[in-house]
């Protein structure tokens, strides 16, 4: 999300991260002993199915762009979105901003190595579990 906020995005699309959530209409369902949400793309043929997408346009176009498929369970939505906001303020706070409008004109991307990637992240020592 703050990517693309530092890139220039003006709103994001956030069908996926809503879906995860409990106050997402869709079924929670255990599949491979992991709690998961059901999931279609705005594009897929599921979401086509339904009538506000029926413009009287072409038969002959369609075609599908997104994907039914599922996403990992997240919990209230409560309870996660304080972390997300948490998070893109923390790293609006490595840039130096203090604002959106900031981020996008001052941030800085960088191009990193997956090597630097594991590199920067904790390693040669073994992670305590922490208590939630």
Known sequence: ?????????????????FARFDESPTRKLLIGGNYVKEYW??????????????????DNLKFEEGVDSYVPYAGKLKDNIEMTIGKIKSTMCSCGVASLLELKS?????????????EGGAHDVIVKETKN
């Open 1 to 17: 999300m703050t990517l693309a906020l530092a890139m220039g995005a003006d709103f994001l699309m956030m069908g996926r991260y």
């Open 41 to 58: 793309g705005e594009g897929s043929n599921r979401a086509r199915n339904w009538q506000r997408y029926d413009m009287g346009g072409n």
């Open 106 to 118: 001052d941030a800085k991307l960088t191009l990193v190595s997956s090597t630097s990637i594991i």
